[in-house]
């Protein structure tokens, strides 16, 4: 740019010595200001002008294609043709026509692509509040389409201006140099300028319509879009409604219900119950076609209740421990499950799993290693297939536990089940009057016959010796620390006594004389032969 700058400066300053040399000067500063702009034009990325300049080269390779095709004629109607110049004619124009393929969607209106008027589409429906985002994006597209043709605008005006400005130099230069290679070159350029005008006239009139199909889908779907928020805001203050009635008939139930696993229950069902409308709210509400969704259902429920067999199943446990009220939150429950057994207090009854908090207890010492405190899910269709024992069902707060030892069968028997019967009714007199009230109330729901429930004793004959069993009334929730005090008790009451022995499987290696139970009989014989002595 800067030498073409520098010869015009050049040329004025010689015109203007000599006055003679302007004429010349005039036709260099034309030729400078042609090869400029030409030289504008063949390094702008235009995509206007590439376009043009593929239907150029498809004309000029069209050109040479008839000019091959001719020669080959001639060729062919010689006598004396050269084989080798005919196939090398034939090579050529088998890459011409090769070139003339690909440029074939420049043969006729080549700018179709840039001046059409863009497809607006489906427009999506806004039936729901997730379809806004679709929505929105919609409109952003077809306005980004809007706006790519706006830019092809802007280069098409830019490219008409180059070439209005080489037009403008043609025809000077024409006028003081005619040559026929400026006037082929100028009306090549007119033809160029003519053809990206009428471009440029269809090019403002796709977008023009353009312009009125986007304010058109741009009103009917922010149309859309309000409704639907609109639509979405009244759904919401009717499950808001719902929400503070649910909450409403809580504060309720806490208020009137003095049972707390009533009230539990009660706000558990309160809350299935205001989930399922609301559920039904948003479904009823964005579901279209119910009967679609009826139709769908019912053939999807069998391949559903067979792939999900479980989870139905537990569902429907949990609707039996609702419905028949077997169980509640804060039971003192047992399961058992592939060889491990558990007992513990129920923390909650949800709709697929029972949780419980796994106590300390005669079974986790017996049968758990010692392992207690963990909390067990316990699905609900496990009440269908296998034994759930609960040991305070429908208000129960005792069970039935016992003892059980032996003693040897030269044993005063009968007084160790006298101590094991008194000791049992010492410490289980008060749980033996509660159960005596709670059986009272169960008759109004069962048929019960024996309804006795003091301590009991039994004796039965065993290899080992006699086993004594006491069996006595005890806090369901606690039932191992009254064990604990109760074996103490008739554990030292037993050892008090001089002719009973307990037995039990033991190995003892005896270095003195006794009888290595005790020593009872050889404390005895000694205590004789001293007062005999004396």
């Known amino acids: 740019m800067r030498w073409w700058l ?19 000067n005039l036709i260099m500063q034309l030729h400078i200001e042609l090869a400029h702009l030409e030289k504008r034009l063949n390094t702008s990325n235009n995509i206007w002008l590439k376009k043009f300049n593929n239907v150029e080269s ?5 050109a040479e294609i008839q000019s091959i095709q001719n020669q080959l004629k001639i060729l062919r109607h010689k006598k004396s043709s050269d084989s080798l110049q005919i ?7 088998q890459a011409l026509q090769h070139q003339e393929e690909l440029l074939e969607q420049y043969k006729v209106n080549p700018f179709k692509e840039l001046v059409e008027k863009p497809q607006i589409g489906t427009i999506p429906s806004i039936s729901n509040p997730l379809a806004i985002v679709a ?15 706006k830019r092809n605008q802007q280069l098409l005006m830019e490219a008409l201006d180059l070439l209005e400005q080489e037009v403008n130099t043609l025809t000077r230069l024409q006028a003081l140099q005619e040559e026929s290679a400026i006037a082929k070159k100028l009306y090549q350029e007119q033809i160029k300028k003519i053809e990206l005008q009428g471009a440029q006239k269809l090019l ?3 977008m023009d319509l353009y312009a009125k199909d986007i304010e058109e889908v741009d009103a009917n779907i922010q149309t859309q879009i309000k409704a639907q928020l609109f639509k979405l805001l009244y759904v919401v203050l009717i499950a808001l409604v719902s929400i503070i009635l649910a909450w409403f008939l809580k504060v309720i139930s806490h208020k009137y219900v003095q049972s707390n696993e009533r009230a539990y229950t009660i706000n558990k069902a309160i809350n299935f119950i205001n989930a399922n ?20 259902l019912g053939f999807a429920s069998a391949g559903l209740a067979i792939a999900m067999r479980d989870l139905f199943m537990s569902l429907l446990g949990w609707l039996t421990i609702i419905l028949g009220g077997n169980v509640h939150v804060g039971d003192r429950v047992k399961v058992s499950k592939d060889g491990n057994t558990y007992v513990g207090d129920v923390l909650d009854i ?6 419980i908090l796994e106590d300390v207890t005669l079974t986790s010492y017996m049968e758990n290693d010692c392992r207690a405190g963990r909390i067990i899910f316990i699905p609900n269709n496990y009440i269908f297939t296998n034994l759930f024992a609960n040991y305070s069902h429908f208000g129960m707060k005792s069970v039935w536990d016992g003892v059980v030892f032996y003693v040897t069968f030269d044993s005063n028997y009968k007084r160790a089940m006298e101590i094991a019967l008194n000791t049992a009714n010492t410490h289980a007199k008060q749980y033996t009057e509660m159960t005596y009230k709670q059986l009272g109330k169960m008759r109004t729901k069962y048929s019960l016959r024996n309804t006795s429930v003091n301590p009991r004793v039994f004796m039965a004959l065993q290899k080992d010796g006699i086993q004594i069993s006491v069996w006595y009334q005890t806090n369901s929730y606690a039932t191992l ?9 008739i554990m030292e009451a037993l050892l008090q006594e001089p002719d009973i022995f307990v037995a039990y499987s033991t190995t003892k290696l005896v270095h003195d004389v006794g009888d290595g139970f005790g020593n009872k009989d050889y404390e005895l014989r000694k205590k004789h032969e001293t007062e005999s002595l004396l």
């Open 58 to 62: 498809y004309e000029q390779i069209y």
């Open 277 to 296: 409308i609301i559920i039904l709210i948003f479904l009823f509400a964005y579901l279209e076609n119910v009967s679609y969704l009826v139709t769908v």
């Open 481 to 489: 620390a009254l064990k604990s005090k109760i074996s103490s008790d």
């Open 6 to 24: 520098f010869l015009l400066c050049l040329s004025v300053v010689v015109g203007a010595q000599d006055p003679s040399m302007s004429h010349q």
């Open 350 to 355: 949800s709709m697929l799993y029972i949780t």
């Open 135 to 149: 929505g929105i994006s919609f409109i952003k597209t077809i306005k980004a389409q809007y706006a790519s043709m």
């Open 87 to 93: 196939s090398t004619l034939n090579h050529t124009l």
């Open 204 to 206: 403002k009139t796709s």
